[in-house]
């Protein structure tokens, strides 16, 4: 006998309810004939309430609900079953997400599922990828006669993946040559333990940061600014957190990433070098999802809310720790920064003190479907990044202080509606703004005096554009209306002094793109171009796109791309200690003389073998992008302070081997290219851009199952291009006499990383997670880059800034 049982002879359920009633002030609603048959035990008066309403559910496989203060309901699970298949080929679809209110279950290799519900009324939603998601209550399915569930191709939405696992798990191939880094399936990467968006895509090859940063992301061999960067639609001049150091979307909300090098879909403007677009969870949840997780730098939280059967509410949010606990990887990340700042070096007789640094963002969206044609989405992100230092010096024997501060911040909102008018028609209208602010005070305590820089972008952006499919081809038209205006401001209070600098650009577009796809799914092309006009400048750029895929036999498929692009807005740095030297660029609007509006061709050639666990991909490519400043392109010895236009073209090869075997996934990546400069107006007509990475290899291994993730990598490449003084005329007229441009180069870059994630499932559906990283982990002395002074012996002086030493990471997550 159990505990509480005794020798009495069994009575009915009813009565047993009837009993706990009475001893416990509480209702149970039920159907009295489920209930009419079951007879248990008499239950102890010692256990609690909840105590014998667990040994209830055990021998009688009811289920109790609370849906009040003292009212249960009782219900008895019951299964449904089915099959799934594809509506168009009649295959069974394997791996399928079938999700109740409380279980969740994924289709088999014949496509049949089952699940255990509770009620009639409840909600099972089935999910595969490429597909259109199913929601229906658990009264329409069958339990006894397994019926097959036909489920619909969604292309208008995803692009087909041709390779999946490109490097890890969760990191796919599409046939329009993008590459897509799905986090709900993603795996783990080395030295990352949180999903950081900006930080995963520099595994991809060509892609890197000549500074480890997320704020200087190099697409072959472009600068960051020549990057489109789109948080669900949204266009963001910011992308990070301690000044680049870490991704500035909240990983927890940011659910894809893709990626575009080329070929790049007719609605987009800008990024004449790549672009890197992010969305989060597009579906609505009908049960709530959340998480609470701490790692060394900050704390963070997301939660999913179901509003309703046709909404949810999506909130996320996450906040440095400095204020609550300082941690060593705090430290190494602000010294990072710093270094070689007036924040870290004060002149020698000013003392700086109380440096504090702190960040958080914030993430909301709404998901709104009216009907089952029309889905709205309102979205809002809010960033912020703080930092504040006293300047302390004797002025006429007496202390005197003053605060200096550096904030970046960031506000967006969009709006997305979408409505399908047939199976074949459809439209979607898109609507944002984004603000985006750098300011900086600088006091100087011995001149009594105080200098305010700001640089400010406020961009609205509305598209609207309709989408007709036919059986294997698909039309797209479209007309968007971009107004960016960019304010700069340089205030000094003593002499009095204040200049501010606006200028407002507007942009309208039309669209036109048509994709194909044949019976056999092994050829697909996308064509499309793009009329964009200029109003203040009366420029009309015509801009064809170009994206074609042949699969060729079994195993080998073969891609080719092409665009020109253009873009209006750039990034400068007019001197090294704007803005205290941290962050010391700033946005510009193109003027169409002295900054150009930056136009852009390339094409590309690639092909693909896939085997048996192995891919191979190689890929060649040209790039031309003309209207560079030299102000964009981060000189910081030979021409810091030249301003002139020119141009660079890059050709390269990128390549990768990637090998599969059950858990393990390994990979060899390599990229060669030749970036040069052109500047017609410089001593030197043509040399290597400051971004001219020759040679670089990353090689990685990762091993995953359902409860841990390991991942180690090392990555390397050729030092960036500098420019030295020159042997023997070191300075002419107080100013370093530099050599031939950028014909030296720092020291080679050299990195190992580790990375562990290990996964528990807990009791009452409860999950956790627990990671550590090491960055950095041979400790290795990588120079980003050198600049030169000139000392008081008039002799020129060299200074490097170093790249992140070891740095070790730790990161606990509840999910619920």
């Not at 047993?16 to 001893?23: M, T």
């Not at 609605?267 to 997780?293: A, R």
């Not at 490449?717 to 100013?735: C, F, H, M, W, Y």
């Not at 080679?748 to 090491?774: C, H, M, N, Q, W």
Request: charged share 25%.
């Amino acid at each position: 006998m159990t505990q509480g049982q005794t020798s009495e002879e069994k009575i009915p359920l009813k009565e047993v309810l009837d009993i706990l009633s009475e001893q416990h002030q509480v209702q149970f609603n039920y159907q009295s004939d489920r209930l009419s048959k079951i007879t248990i035990f008499p239950l102890s008066r010692r256990l609690t309430l909840i105590e014998n309403l667990k040994r209830l559910e055990v021998e009688t496989s009811l289920r109790f609900t609370k849906i009040g203060a003292s009212i249960y309901t009782i219900t008895k699970p019951f299964r449904i079953c089915g099959y799934l298949h594809n509506v168009r080929s009649f295959k069974p679809l394997e791996g399928a997400t079938i999700r109740g209110k409380t279980r969740n279950n994924v289709s088999k290799n014949d496509g049949f599922f089952e699940l255990t519900v509770t009620s009639l009324d409840e909600y099972i939603e089935i999910r595969f990828l490429g597909f259109k998601t199913i929601k229906r209550q658990a009264r329409f399915f069958s339990s006894e006669q397994c019926a097959t569930i036909q489920m619909y191709e969604d292309e208008l939405k995803i692009a087909a993946v041709v390779v999946e696992g490109y490097l890890v798990r969760g990191i796919d191939k599409n046939r329009d040559g993008t590459t897509t880094i799905n986090f709900s399936k993603f795996t783990a990467l080395p030295g990352l333990i949180e999903t950081d968006v900006l930080q995963a895509v520099q595994a991809l090859p060509g892609i890197l940061s000549v500074d480890e940063t997320v704020s200087n992301i190099n697409i072959r061999g472009g600068s960051h600014d020549q990057n489109l960067i789109m948080w669900d639609g949204i266009k963001m001049y910011q992308s990070g957190h301690f000044f680049g150091l870490i991704s500035s979307f909240n990983p927890q909300i940011t659910k894809t990433a893709t990626v575009i090098t080329n070929g790049t879909d007719a609605s987009y403007t800008d990024g004449v070098s790549g672009s890197i677009q992010m969305n989060t969870d597009d579906q609505i949840q009908s049960n709530f999802e959340g998480s609470l997780g701490v790692n060394f730098i900050s704390a963070d939280i997301f939660a999913d809310i179901p509003i309703g059967e046709k909404s949810s509410l999506q909130v996320a949010g996450r906040r440095s720790l400095d204020d609550v606990l300082r941690t060593p990887t705090y430290d190494v990340y602000f010294d990072r920064v710093t270094q070689q700042t007036e924040i870290e070096n004060n002149v020698e007789s000013v003392v700086n003190s109380n440096q504090e640094f702190n960040f958080f963002d914030t993430s909301l969206r709404w998901l709104y479907n009216p009907s089952e044609k029309d889905r709205i989405r309102l979205n809002f992100i809010l960033i912020n990044n703080n930092l504040t230092f006293d300047e302390t010096s004797s002025i006429n024997n007496e202390l005197d202080t003053r605060k200096s501060s550096l904030s970046q911040n960031s506000i967006a909102a969009g709006l997305s509606y979408e409505r399908d008018w047939s199976d074949r028609f459809s439209t979607h209208l898109t609507v944002y703004n984004t603000d985006y602010k750098l300011q900086a005070i600088n006091a100087d305590v011995l001149q009594q005096q105080q200098f305010l820089q700001e640089n400010i972008v406020s961009e609205t952006g509305v598209k609207l554009k309709g989408i007709y499919k036919w059986d294997n081809l698909f039309l797209e038209v479209g007309y968007q209306f971009v107004e960016s205006e960019v304010v700069n401001i340089n205030d000094i209070d003593v002499p009095r002094f204040l200049r501010r600098d606006s200028e407002v650009l507007r942009e309208q577009a039309f669209f036109l793109q048509s994709q194909y796809q044949n019976e056999n799914r092994d050829f697909s092309v996308r064509t499309g171009v793009r009329f964009n006009y200029i109003n203040e400048f009366n420029v009309l750029l015509v801009e064809p796109r170009l994206s074609i895929r042949k699969k060729l036999g079994k195993y080998f498929q073969i891609e080719a791309l092409g665009e020109l692009k253009h873009q209006n807005t750039s990034q400068i740095v007019n001197f090294q200690n704007d803005f205290l030297g941290v962050e010391k660029r700033r946005w510009q609007l193109a003027d169409n003389d002295s900054i150009p509006v930056l136009k852009s061709k390339q094409a590309s050639l690639g092909m693909q073998y896939s085997k048996k666990g192995w891919l191979v991909d190689a890929t060649g490519y040209y790039k031309e992008v003309d209207g560079i400043t030299s102000q964009s392109q981060s000189f910081t010895t030979k021409y810091e302070f030249t301003r002139t236009t020119g141009s660079y073209n890059v050709m390269g090869l990128d390549f990768l081997v990637r090998k599969q075997v059950k858990n393990l996934s390994s990979w060899l990546s390599y990229s060669y290219m030749v970036n040069e400069y052109t500047f017609n107006n410089l001593e030197e007509i043509q040399f290597p851009s400051n971004f001219d990475n020759t040679h670089s290899f990353t090689l990685g291994t990762t091993y995953s199952n359902n409860t841990l993730n390991i991942s180690a990598g090392l990555n390397y490449r050729t030092g960036k291009p500098t420019s030295i003084a020159l042997q023997g005329n070191e300075v002419i007229d107080e100013e370093v006499n530099f050599d031939f441009a950028n014909n030296a180069r720092v020291s080679d870059y050299f990195r190992v990383d580790l990375s562990a994630i290990y996964k528990l499932k807990l009791p009452e559906g409860l999950r956790t997670e627990i990671g550590a990283s090491v960055w950095n982990a041979l400790n290795k002395e990588n120079i980003i880059n050198n600049y030169y002074r000139i000392g008081l012996d008039n002799a020129p002086i060299k200074f490097s800034r170093e790249s992140l030493g070891i740095t070790t990471n730790f990161m606990v997550r509840l999910c619920f």
